[in-house]
């Protein structure tokens, strides 16, 4: 990986945090692979452009979440990114602060996969 390639995964969290889902034309390659636990109502497989979509819509569609960042690592073949994601529940309010891991690939300047992993236990008793 090279320093481009954190540029990349930095410029996606920037565009996330601002809610820019333009990033995803952007950036993400046309046949882009997102995975989250099937556990959370948000998860499961998605592929392309209009699954990325539909994830971070409905993602969104169940919580305000802000991203912490502490830590991004090049870790050859993946940038690994390791923070906290904090936020409340879309339905109750409720708040929750929660240890996440996103495992990025990308190819040719383009995310072509994204695996998040988040503490489902803690997300799940703050959805109630």
Not at 81 to 87: A, H, L, P, Q, V
């Amino acid at each position: 990986m090279s320093a481009s390639t954190i540029d990349t995964i930095k410029q996606v969290y920037k565009a996330f945090e601002t809610r820019d889902f333009g990033v995803i034309g952007e950036v993400f390659d046309p046949d882009v692979e997102i995975r989250q636990s099937e556990l959370l109502p948000w998860g499961g497989q998605f592929k392309g452009h209009e699954g990325a979509v539909e994830f971070f819509t409905g993602l969104l569609g169940h919580i305000d979440p802000q991203l912490t960042v502490e830590r991004i690592m090049d870790a050859g073949d993946r940038v690994v990114e390791i923070g906290r994601s904090i936020g409340s529940t879309v339905a109750g309010g409720v708040r929750f602060d929660v240890p996440e891991l996103h495992i990025w690939q990308i190819r040719a300047g383009k995310v072509t996969s994204m695996e998040i992993y988040i503490d489902v236990p803690a997300m799940l008793k703050a959805l109630g």
